[in-house]
Every structure is written in C-alpha cells, then in structure tokens.
C-alpha cells in the first residue's frame, strides 16, 4: 500500500490525512472468498404460530425474507460506502425458526472468486431478510426485535480462516 492508504493506525480505509477512502485492492490477489452471517428476528409465541401456519396477512413471509436477503447481498456495495462492487458466485439465505418459541434465525452464506471479502455481504443479506421478516409480521407484532447480528465464519484472502469465539445467543 502506498503512503496515501494506509492512515499511522492502521486503518486502511483512512488516508494519510485521515479523510475516509475506497481501498485500492488492485495488487491483491484473487482468491477463493466465502463468508457466514447470522441473526434472528425475536417475536411472540403466537406471531411465530401465525407464521409457521402462513396465516399472516402479506403473503410467504419466508420467500419474501428469503428472496430480499440474497437481493441487499448483490446491493451491498450501493448501501455501505466505502465496499467494493463484487461479482458473487452464490448467496443463500436460509430462515428456520427455532424449538423455544421466539426467533427465526436467519443465516446466509456468501461466495466470490475475488481480491476483497464477502463479510459485508453476508451481513448485509442477514440484516436486510431480517428487516424484512419484520415488515411483513409488523401488523401482528410491533415488539418484535432484531438481535445478534454477526458474522460467524470466513475463509480465503490474506488473513484467512476466521470462526466466531462466541456462539450468537
């Protein structure tokens, strides 16, 4: 990296003068990238009974959830500034509802053959699946809560293999 990429912390998103800036990722290598996020949507015990019954007022709450998560993983770079525009190779996003009565967790995997990860993108799909499983169940239950968000795995680039220390709750 040139003296104009890296700010004297370290943060490779910051010039030297400590203005914000797009990581110039052209020297690295092109790499195997895959990356697992997960978070749950937590709601009453009867909003999830009218779910898994598809008894709900806007449709198959699931595709919809399902469908705008792999969606907001291909816009990731139009919503998180500084992100680099990547071709993904796949994205699934996964919802299963869990035996205690009050979350549907939501997991998506992200892959590319490229010279920068896919966290963001995970992330990105998870949060907005979420999102959406929210505006779909709203008319039923405003008290749901969206809750830990993270990323859990990682793999390909410089810094390699990454899983998670500690499970989500």
């Keep these: 990296m ?9 943060l490779t998103h910051l010039s030297a003068r400590g203005e914000a800036h ?3 990722v ?9 990356a697992r996020a997960r978070g749950a949507l937590r709601m009453a015990p009867e909003t999830r009974r009218r779910l898994l019954a598809e008894d709900t007022p806007k449709g198959d709450v699931f595709a ?22 990547l071709q993904l190779s796949a994205v699934s996003v996964t919802l ?4 205690d009565g009050e979350r549907v967790w939501i997991e998506a995997t992200v892959r590319c053959s490229g010279k920068t990860g896919v966290e963001m993108e995970a992330l990105t799909a998870v949060s907005v699946a979420a999102l959406t499983l929210y505006d779909m169940l709203k008319g039923i239950d405003r ?17 390699g293999h990454y899983v998670r220390s500690t499970p989500s709750s």
């Design 64 to 85: 919809s959830a399902r469908i705008a998560g792999i969606q907001a993983a291909k816009k990731t770079a139009d919503l998180i500034p500084l992100c680099h525009p």
């Design 26 to 34: 052209g020297d690295k290598a092109v790499t195997q990238r895959e």
């Design 2 to 10: 040139g003296s104009d990429d890296t700010h004297e912390s370290g």
């Design 96 to 99: 299963e509802p869990d035996a």
């Design 22 to 24: 797009m990581v110039d």
């Design 143 to 159: 008290e749901m809560v969206i809750e830990s968000i993270a990323l859990h795995e990682k793999s390909g680039g410089q810094r």
